[in-house]
């Protein structure tokens, strides 16, 4: 379908001007939320919130909302779209109840595609109305209660429904959600909420939203998604094309570092065991089995990380991300498995869903397959959780780098995953590996559904980026230097065995289960016991190698960061590996050690090496 999304489609009296064009406009950029006429309690929370000034978007979108115009937005990731399209409906919502004295029924819609997504934009609903409470009330439908628990808060006709497509159209069909009332409909992700196989439950939905309602349709990307469901649900929307140098804080450097599949483990151990990455970092990976491998590998050096993927429940998912965000963990590692075939701004964009062979059953009897198909016969393989999704829209605070381990099929899941960094206005970096042609075939790890090697997504990434004005730039690690870390990589990769791995993932299921909502709540209430409750404890499932959670002194590079990190290192969010502190330091410690044993330097350090005095039976 061709893809239409431009000015033609702006109403008469929109000017141009105030979609695309102006952009820059410098009165946008100074308004306040005073001035755009918000509800006095709706500032309080912001306040409340932290929120100084409008981004760009809201800037934008907000004042238009409140005129009743449909918008399709896009917008960088990151960005502040979920409050551009909350806050005016909040607003509404007020107004309304200040004139009417009873009003009831459902005034908002709000889909998004995932349960992670959902439940964000459930909390900020919850936020921005904190002075509001008692006259804002909203559901959550992807929440896991059952059906009759759901049907009962429905009755109650709450203002707001946040659902997953599948959900909404379930409720509807079983008439508990009724949309008569419905004012605004907002579809959040639209360029990913087709890839998420919700095409028939959007068509459903789309019968029964009443005449003029306001639809908002926000979007990091654009594709020819967009373009179907402007089709399916607004009238003549304003466009907002907010292009990545016009909005605040652009800042995601992109790297990429051509590797082979084994160098990458490699490169991953240098840039954790010797913390080149200042802060928090997420790496995503191709499938589930690559986060437990990654995860136990990392282990094989004493390295903690966190795991993300479709198969855990979903409230140990939106556990692990409510603690990334309290700084309790550094690392995650996520799978990504919905990944959307076709680019962005790609005609032939088309959506289908990655190894959705494997993700036919939503975990947890929630998901609309489970609903509307019979039971099929037990299969053995771990139920997936159709509405997950970490790469798009999660709101991840603070994260210094986005690591793709493996690369993304298309540049459109590029865009999402590297989103997760750089903010609200924040900097960060991306580093990508990618696998050369030549080593691809030979290497490519055969549960990555890809049909094309990473070169060739490349070069689209390259393409897409440089049509924002964005760089990809290559970057170099000195492999030399490197390569003397690659014995304890074999090491460590040799003890992470396919049975290791199969053993971690059923282990780590069973526990996340136990982790469910009943003891959660019970740690809610006892906190002092949520050190139980953390995500990052050690699988333990592959052999214990004790020396490889050491670094010896003469691995590290003598040239210190700059042979590893380059010399702009430190803006990248890569630190030096010894601070010269710490250098001056241990170099007096070496010294006062060996000043009675007439030895000194690497030489002397060698026999209290604990790789070269390594006992196979491990410590004692
Ligand atoms: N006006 C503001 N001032 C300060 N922080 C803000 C403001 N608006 C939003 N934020 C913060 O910016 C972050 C990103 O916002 P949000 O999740 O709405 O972005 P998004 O554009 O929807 O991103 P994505 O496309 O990845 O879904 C959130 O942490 C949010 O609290």
Redesign the pocket.
Known sequence: MKRKLDQDNIPAEVPAAKTTADSGNPAAEEATFDRLGLDSRILQALVKEK?????LV?AKAIPLALEGKDILAR?K???????AYLLPILQSILKKKSTVSSVKGTSALILVPTRELADQVSKAVTAFSAYCAKDVRSVNLTQKVSDAVQQSLLADSPDIVIATPARASLNLNNSALSLEQLAHLVID?ADLVLSYGYDADLKNISKSIPKGVQTFLMS?TLTTEVDDLKGLFCRSPVTLKLEEGESEGDGVSQYVVKCGEDEKFLLAYVIFKLKLIKGKCIIFVGDVDRCYRLKLYLEQFGMKSCILNSELPVNSRIHVVEEFNKNVYDVIIASDEHEVVGEEDDEESTSKKIGSDEQGNAAEGEGHDNETQPAKKKRKAPKRDKEYGVSR?I?F?NVACVLNFDLPTSSKSYTHRI?RTA??GQTGMALSFVVPKELYRKHKPTSIPSTEHDETVLAKIIKHQAKRGKEVKPYHFDMKQVDAFRYRMNDALRAVTGLAIREARTRELRQELLKSEKLRRHFEENPGDLYHLRHDHELRSARIQPHLRHVPEYLIPKEGRKALAGSDGDHLGFVSMRKETDNRIRKARMQNKYRNKGKRGSGGGRKSDPLKSFNAKGKK
Do not use: L, N, V, Y
Request: glycine fraction near 18%; proline fraction near 9%.
């Open positions: 929120f100084p000034k409008p981004t809201q917008a990731t990151g960005s502040g779209k979920t409050a992700e990091a829209g709101d605070k989103g903010r609200a």
